[in-house]
C-alpha cells in the first residue's frame, strides 16, 4: 500500500492492489478481553479492574511507524510510503461498556490516555498530524466488537483539517478572533442550536450540517490542541465524559450508527513558512469533536453534485436531540 496524492484536491489517497490481512476477528475471543493484543500504553487502573484504558497496536494496521516515507515525484503527482502509526485505543476493559453507557470516571480516563497517546506520538519529528475517530455500526463500518476507537499518525494533515485551518487563519487575520469562539457565542445567545452545555464543554447542531443530526463538542475557553487542554483546565475529562456520553445517548436515540472523530492542531514541529497555518494557530484555531450519525431512512445520498444534503436542519435536529431520553 501507498499514499498517492491527487494534485487537484490536495487530499492524500491510501492505495494498492494488496489482499486485505484478516482483522484478527475470526476467532470467537475478542483479542482486547483476551490480552492477547501488544499494548503500547496503559490508563491507570480502576478499582476492580486490572486496567481503565490502553492503547495497542492495530492488528493490521494502515500506517507503520519503521521506515522512512520517502515522498517522491512521479511526473506532476507526489506519492510516499504509508508510514505513520495506527493504534486501537481500547477504551474499557468491559465488553458491553460503551461510551454512552459507561460512567463518567471510566470515560475520562479513556479521554487521558487519547491525550496522552496524540502527546506522545507528536513528539516523532516525521508526524504530522494525529487523527483520532470512532466508527460503531455496520453502516458505520465498524471494525471490532469491543468497545474501542482508532488513533492514526500520519506524514500530512487531512485535507478537512485543512480547510478548517485555512478558515480559522484567514477568520483571524480579518476580525482577530477565532472563528470557533465566535460561533459558540453566537449559538449561546441564539438558543437555537445547543443541545446541551455542561461545565465548560458545550454540544451544538452546526449551522450547515453536512448530515442529519450532525454534532459538534466543543470547549467553550479558547485552546487549540485537545492533548494540551488537559493541563490547563482541571475536570476536563469528568465533564466533557459526562457530555460526550450524554450526546451519544441523545444520538442513539435517532440511529445507532455514527462516526466520531477529534480534531486537534497539527504538530508544532511542522511550521509551514509559505502557507503560515502554524504563525497564529493557538489563537486562530479550536479542538473540538464531531459526531456525524448514519441515518438509513435519510440515506438518500449525502451528497448532490459535491454539495451536501441533509433533509433535517439543525434547529429541528437540536429539538428532537433535546426531547431525547437520556439517562445520568
Not at 494557530?281 to 435519510?298: Q, R, T
Request: glycine fraction near 6%; hydrophobic fraction near 35%.
Amino acid at each position: 500500500m501507498e499514499l498517492r496524492k491527487d494534485p487537484i484536491t490536495r487530499s492524500w489517497v491510501m492505495t494498492g492492489d494488496d489482499s486485505p490481512e484478516s482483522s484478527g476477528q475470526t476467532s470467537a475471543a475478542c483479542p482486547f478481553c483476551a490480552d492477547s493484543a501488544h499494548v503500547i500504553a496503559v490508563a491507570p487502573n480502576t478499582p476492580g479492574a486490572p486496567w481503565s484504558a490502553r492503547a495497542v497496536v492495530h492488528p493490521t494496521p494502515l500506517y507503520r511507524i519503521e521506515g522512512d516515507p520517502g515522498r517522491r515525484g512521479d511526473g506532476i503527482y507526489d506519492r510516499m510510503h504509508s508510514v505513520g502509526a495506527h493504534e486501537v485505543l481500547v477504551e474499557n476493559p468491559h465488553h458491553d461498556r460503551h461510551l454512552w453507557n459507561a460512567s463518567d470516571e471510566e470515560i475520562g480516563h479513556f479521554l487521558r490516555l487519547a491525550a496522552e497517546r496524540i502527546l506522545d506520538l507528536k513528539r516523532d519529528p516525521r508526524i504530522k498530524y494525529i487523527s483520532l475517530f470512532k466508527d460503531y455500526g455496520k453502516n458505520a463500518g465498524q471494525e471490532f466488537g469491543h468497545p474501542t476507537s482508532q488513533l492514526t499518525a500520519t506524514m500530512f494533515v487531512p485535507r478537512r483539517v485543512l480547510y478548517e485551518l485555512r478558515a480559522g487563519r484567514e477568520y483571524f487575520l480579518s476580525k482577530e478572533r477565532c472563528v470557533f469562539c465566535d460561533i459558540i457565542q453566537q449559538e449561546e445567545r441564539q438558543a437555537l442550536r445547543v443541545i446541551e452545555a455542561r461545565g465548560d464543554y458545550i454540544a451544538i447542531g452546526p449551522y450547515a450540517p453536512r448530515v442529519p443530526y450532525e454534532t459538534w463538542i466543543l470547549p467553550r475557553y479558547h485552546e487549540s490542541s485537545f492533548e494540551r487542554a488537559r493541563q490547563n483546565r482541571t475536570g476536563l475529562y469528568l465533564n466533557l465524559g459526562a457530555l460526550l456520553r450524554r450526546t451519544l445517548q441523545r444520538v442513539r436515540s435517532i440511529t445507532e450508527d455514527f462516526h466520531l472523530v477529534l480534531h486537534t492542531s497539527p504538530s508544532s514541529l511542522h511550521p509551514s513558512k509559505s502557507l503560515g497555518y502554524w504563525k497564529t494557530i493557538d489563537d486562530d484555531y479550536h479542538w473540538h469533536i464531531e459526531i456525524l450519525p448514519v441515518v438509513g431512512s435519510k440515506a438518500k445520498s449525502y451528497t448532490f453534485k459535491e454539495v451536501y444534503y441533509s433533509p433535517v436542519t439543525s434547529e429541528t435536529a437540536v429539538k428532537h436531540l433535546r426531547e431525547a431520553r437520556i439517562e445520568g
